[in-house]
């Protein structure tokens, strides 16, 4: 085993995934329970599950951005998920690659499938 692999000057190399993306993660996280606890309260208080009840909560400028941050936080924490499974079980670098271009792909054509839909309402 060469010296540079061993001790602190070990070579690191890679893209130094970690700390960062696990805060991202845990942000993302907080996001969608705060989302969450915004719908429960609103029909706890409403008690409306009705088309018109659900559509008048959507209607409002404040929820559909509320709800478009909660989507994105969505797509993102799935991102970082799916991408490190990626990373930790295909080895084959093209495979992954793809695997990883498919990914981003969905999650964008997802993201601007929740635009429409959002601001349709």
């Avoid at 706890?44 to 478009?68: D, H, I, P, R």
């Avoid at 792909?105 to 959002?118: G, R, S």
């Amino acid at each position: 085993m060469p010296i540079y692999q061993i001790g602190p000057k070990r070579l690191v190399v890679g893209a130094h995934y970690g700390l960062k993306e696990w805060i991202i993660q845990r942000v993302t996280a907080i996001v969608m329970v705060v989302f969450t606890v915004v719908l429960l309260v609103d029909y706890c208080v409403t008690g409306s599950a009705t088309y018109e009840g659900w559509s008048g909560l959507f209607s409002n400028q404040l929820m559909k951005l509320l709800t478009l941050l909660a989507f994105f936080s969505l797509f993102y924490h799935a991102w970082i998920g799916v991408r490190d499974i990626w990373m930790d079980y295909i080895k084959p670098v093209g495979i992954r690659l793809t695997l990883q271009v498919l990914t981003v792909l969905y999650l964008v054509a997802c993201a601007a499938y929740a635009v429409q839909i959002l601001w349709k309402v």
